[in-house]
């Protein structure tokens, strides 16, 4: 980690208007990449670990200081190179190109497994960037909290008339990303019982505000989800224990579940925890990660095992997107039935791919001012813009109310093809007018309609069966290069484990110039628009639908 070179002052992103780069797009990701290590948003602080298990800003602390730098002399007309969370190399190119190009944790295919990143990574010669960590456009745990509303919304709608009222659900993981369950299932109105077992997590939680309280143990936060169901009141409890644990005690017990789902990091063996004395699982953690490793996988298995058997019993079983189920498989575990469908589906297959079918996804935006009043007059802004948008209107309401901002004050919308374009014209204008006090950063997770290719979560069961097809990304990434984007990234391995996924992400910043409206325009119309592509090709008919509407040029079908 070159914790010689770690800074002596904590890092976080400076606020204000003075510039310590020469342009704004430098600036806007030297904050970024600032606020994805503020200890108040990332996981591990001292090993520069944002989010999901490893996810990293950079390779390590002299990497991150030679980025800094670099950062600082950057001409408006030159271009950062980073590999893997190395600058290895600056061109120059043009003022309307990117200011940063990323690329991390990509291997050769037949190479991508995780045992050969991890002596790559040993070797210090790359580091896993999971989706936001690594592109710096991290928002903490807001970043994904709009996305799991709209999963839980979903399956309020499809299974319980219209809201979650009334309804438990039981899920695990409470962290960076993970975290956000618990305040999505209230703002549907539904109760929520979230098993960790960090217990300084439970209480992060509840002082974040994104968790509603502690119980003592398994019968008090049983006797909680009972008193708030009768009530019909959205309430979260978290419980600090083991999923792997927990989940069969409930079966054992009887206890009738409505929803069940998890979100702890099982990407990686190395990040699950596995069933035990947690102080005794951590140091073996260290001591001896095969048989970490071992253990990791059979408490996985349960885990997964406990959650079909929940089904079974009648619960709405649903995964999100932490490949517990291939990691279970690769145990022994039957997770699939004999079409080789998975016995409970993936959230975007079960809830989301309409939305990806329009262009929609999870768009946001961070003030890199730092005062929160630039975001509630976006809000504003968002809501004149969309006027009949009633279910936008419902998210704004509850975001304001309940959403604390952690780090550079940020929103998450999702907003779908045309949409996207219509708003960043409308933020960059603000910026020009001088209704927001700095410029703002404009971007997306990963995570959205045509950008990642990921067979075991945004890509499961694809209509015409290209669920593995990784094209996409890579077009996503050279159009949003062509577009005028201010940095854009390419990974391998986000939020499913190395080898499982390829995804890539973009960041324009709104500084309010006639030309960045130019390049608003272009970036927020390419973006959302491979999704439309993506989909369309796959034999989606509302993607064709959308196309035809909104006249998005598919060669073929003009």
């Excluded at 408006?76 to 990117?98: F, I, N």
Aim: a negative charge; one cysteine or more.
């Amino acid at each position: 980690m070159y914790y010689e070179y770690k800074p002596e002052e904590t890092v976080r992103a400076q606020h204000g208007t003075t510039l310590r780069c020469k342009t704004w797009e430098a600036e806007a990701a030297l904050r970024m990449l600032e606020n994805n290590l503020d200890p108040a948003v990332s996981l591990v602080y001292d090993e520069l670990i944002v989010y999901g298990g490893a996810g990293r800003a950079a390779r390590n602390w002299k990497e991150y200081q030679t980025i800094v730098k670099t950062l600082k002399n950057l001409e408006a007309d030159e271009t950062m190179l980073v590999q893997s969370g190395k600058a290895v190399g600056v061109l120059r190119t043009w003022a309307h190109a990117p200011r940063v190009l990323i690329a991390n944790s990509n291997i050769v295919p037949a190479w991508s497994t995780q045992e050969y990143f991890d002596e790559l990574d040993k070797l210090g010669l790359m580091m896993y960037g999971q989706m936001t960590a690594g592109s710096w456009i991290y928002i903490a745990t807001q970043g994904i909290l709009q996305g799991t509303y709209e999963t839980f919304a979903a399956v309020g709608d499809k299974h319980f008339n219209g809201t979650l009222a009334g309804t438990v659900t039981v899920t695990a993981g409470l962290g960076g990303m993970s975290g956000a369950q618990p305040l999505a299932v209230t703002m549907n109105d539904g109760v929520c019982l979230v098993i960790e077992p960090i217990d300084e997590r439970v209480k992060q939680k509840v002082r974040e505000g994104y968790l509603d309280e502690q119980a003592r143990d398994l019968s008090h936060a049983l006797e909680l989800c009972e008193q708030y169901k009768a009530a019909r009141k959205g309430w979260s409890i978290g419980l600090t224990g083991n999923a792997a644990t927990v989940l069969p005690q409930l079966l054992e017990q009887g206890y009738k579940v409505d929803i069940v789902t998890d979100q702890t990091s099982a990407h990686d063996l190395m990040d699950y925890i596995p069933e035990g004395d947690i102080d005794a699982v951590l140091q073996l953690r260290k001591d001896n990660p095969e048989e970490f490793k071992r253990q990791a996988l059979a408490s996985i298995m349960k885990h997964c095992q406990a959650i079909i058997d929940m089904q079974a019993a009648g619960s709405v079983a649903l995964d999100y997107g932490n490949n517990l189920r291939g990691q279970a498989e690769k145990g022994g575990l039957q997770v699939r039935d004999e079409n080789g469908q998975f016995l409970y589906p993936g959230f975007v297959p079960g809830y989301i791919r309409p939305l990806f079918c329009e262009g929609k996804g999870p768009f946001r935006w961070a003030a890199l001012s730092g005062d929160p009043q630039d975001i509630l007059r976006i809000d504003r802004a968002l809501l004149e813009t969309f006027p009949d948008n009633k279910m936008l209107a419902r998210w704004i309401e509850k975001a304001q109310a309940k959403v604390p901002f952690i780090g550079l004050p940020a929103r998450v919308c999702w907003l779908g093809y045309g949409e996207r374009e219509k708003f960043g014209l409308v933020i960059n204008d603000l910026v020009a007018r001088g209704e927001v006090s700095a410029p703002i950063v404009i971007g997306r997770d990963h995570l959205d309609c045509g950008s990642v290719a990921s067979p075991n979560r945004e890509t499961e069961g694809m209509k015409d069966g290209s669920d593995a097809v990784a094209d996409w990304p890579l077009l996503n990434a050279l159009a949003n290069t062509a577009s005028g984007a201010d940095w854009v990234s390419l990974h391998n391995g986000g939020g499913v484990g190395i080898g499982n996924s390829t995804h890539s992400g973009m960041v324009i910043v709104a500084t309010g110039t006639p030309e960045k409206a130019e390049r608003l325009r272009r970036v927020l119309t390419t973006d959302p628009g491979m999704g439309v592509f993506r989909h369309a090709d796959a034999g989606y008919e509302l993607a064709q639908q959308v196309a035809e509407e909104r006249g998005v040029k598919i060669p073929g079908r003009e």
